[in-house]
């Protein structure tokens, strides 16, 4: 029996059948259960081992899927971090409720701060880029933050009505790049991901690189910082980070076998409108509206 986590909605495991059985479609809609359940192998693919990151935390691992063609420079300034075990031994620093979960050295403003190695110190911001090229499959929704949205293989983004200009967006489960005022100071030694709200006034002010596509849990339950914007105020507090490496300098048999959802296929389409008008038995009022971040790429794996 083939398991999807939904790790747009943070999720737990659950079983196609048990999803379905639960959930009885009003008319002629399907849900979103009988969408993923007459999908074929084809509306599925692999993440690529060479951008798909495994981050492992107290309680388990939390996998990370990048996202080449928006951030292409910081992402392979992060896989040198990574590679040379910059993050080994570093620690989540910041648990803000309803918003951020973030990590580093927390020594990086201090003499004792970690080298960066061969990586750069700071790198161009990479906030948007252009749209022309792009494989932006659009969804109809009335954004408040951007002219058109839709996603980028499997990405959430947004884009300008002239079609200039195109973005990732803070949705939830989104990994983004923290800096200080310096526009390029976000090099990647400093990451977060969206726990909370999908905090869009961010969008084209912050690099975002990737999402989460395992693991969320291990974040979301992490205890609230006490600090100013929820960082933790002593190390006893911290959350340490055993290791982060690419998949691709990982051995196989440390690999989980995922598959995402295409973007780009009819299933997903159904997906997107089996969320925008709610055909649950429970549903009294079916909305037929939907949002970017409301929409959720399902992640499966046999394992």
């Known amino acids: 029996m083939t398991v999807f986590r939904i790790v747009g909605f943070g999720a737990v495991l659950v079983t196609a059948a048990v999803m379905v059985t639960g959930m009885v479609a009003a008319g002629e809609r399907p849900t979103m259960s009988q969408v993923l359940e007459d999908s074929t192998d084809d509306d599925w693919r692999k993440p690529d081992d060479a951008y798909t990151v495994y981050m492992k935390i107290p309680g388990g691992t939390v996998i990370l899927e990048m996202a080449p063609e928006f951030a292409p420079n910081v992402i392979e300034n992060i896989r040198k971090l990574s590679a040379s075990g910059f993050f080994d031994g570093t620690a989540i620093m910041r648990s803000q409720e309803n918003y951020v979960v973030q990590w580093g050295d927390p020594l990086s403003e201090t003499d004792e701060a970690r080298s960066h190695g061969n990586a750069a110190a700071n790198i161009e911001a990479e906030f948007y880029r252009a749209a022309d090229g792009l494989d932006f499959i659009a969804i109809d929704s009335r954004d408040a933050y ?78 609230r910082g006490t600090g100013p914007l929820g960082f933790y105020e002593n190390a006893e507090q911290q959350v340490p980070i055993e290791s982060m490496r ?58």
């Open 246 to 303: 690419f998949a691709s300098d990982l051995p196989e048999d440390q690999h989980v076998d995922l598959r995402v959802l295409r973007t780009d296929t009819e299933t997903f389409s159904d997906l997107v409108e089996s969320r925008r008008y709610r055909a649950e038995e429970w549903f009294v009022d079916p909305t037929g509206r939907i949002g970017l971040c409301n929409v959720p790429i399902p992640v499966r794996t046999s394992q």
């Open 146 to 223: 951007a002219d058109q949205v839709g996603f980028v293989n499997g990405f959430p983004a947004g884009k300008d009505s002239d079609g200039e200009r195109a973005w990732l967006t803070h949705c939830y489960g989104m990994v983004g790049v923290g800096r200080g005022m310096a526009t390029d100071s976000g090099n990647g030694a400093d990451l977060y991901v969206v726990t909370g709200h999908s905090p869009r006034h961010l969008d084209r002010n912050v690099v975002l690189v990737g999402r989460v596509l395992v693991g969320m849990e291990l974040l979301t339950t992490l205890r």
